[in-house]
C-alpha cells in the first residue's frame, strides 16, 4: 500500500509564494509519476503538474507553466511543488497523486483518472 501525506498549504496574498511537499511511503517509488493536481470548489480536480521519478523529466498545465515548478528528492521520497506569483485563481485544495506506469506513458500523466493513490489534500488560499 502506497500513503501520500501532502503538506505546506496554507494562506497568501496574491504575488507570494508556497512551497507544497508530498511525502512517499510504502513500495518501492522508482517507475512512476509523481502529480499534482487541485480542486477548486464546484469544480472538477485538474491537472497541475507532474515529474517522472526516475530521470526527472516534468509537465505542466499551460495556467501554471512558468510561475509553477515540480521537482523530487530521491532520497527523501518527497516530491516538491513551489508555487509562486500566487493569484486567486490558484486557490484550490491540491491533491499529490501516485501513477504506477512505464515512461512511454506520459500521455497518463495529466489524466487524474490514470493515477493509482492520492493523498489526502491541503488546502491553498490566495487573498486578493
Known amino acids: 500500500q502506497v500513503q501520500l501525506v501532502e503538506s505546506g498549504g496554507g494562506l497568501v496574498q496574491a504575488g507570494g509564494s508556497l512551497r507544497l511537499s508530498c511525502s512517499a511511503s510504502g513500495r518501492t517509488f522508482d517507475n512512476y509519476y509523481m502529480g499534482w493536481f487541485r480542486q477548486a470548489p464546484g469544480k472538477e480536480r485538474e491537472f497541475v503538474a507532474a515529474?517522472?521519478?526516475?530521470?526527472?523529466?516534468?509537465y505542466y498545465a499551460d495556467s501554471v507553466k512558468g510561475r509553477f515548478t515540480i521537482s523530487r528528492d530521491n532520497a527523501k521520497n518527497t516530491g516538491y511543488l513551489q508555487m509562486n506569483s500566487l493569484n486567486s485563481e490558484d486557490t484550490a485544495v491540491y491533491f499529490c497523486a501516485a501513477l504506477f506506469a512505464p515512461s512511454y506513458y506520459t500521455n497518463l500523466a495529466r489524466r487524474a483518472e490514470s493515477y493509482d493513490y492520492w493523498g489526502q489534500g491541503t488546502q491553498v488560499t490566495v487573498s486578493s
Open positions: 515529474i517522472r521519478w526516475s530521470g526527472g523529466s516534468t
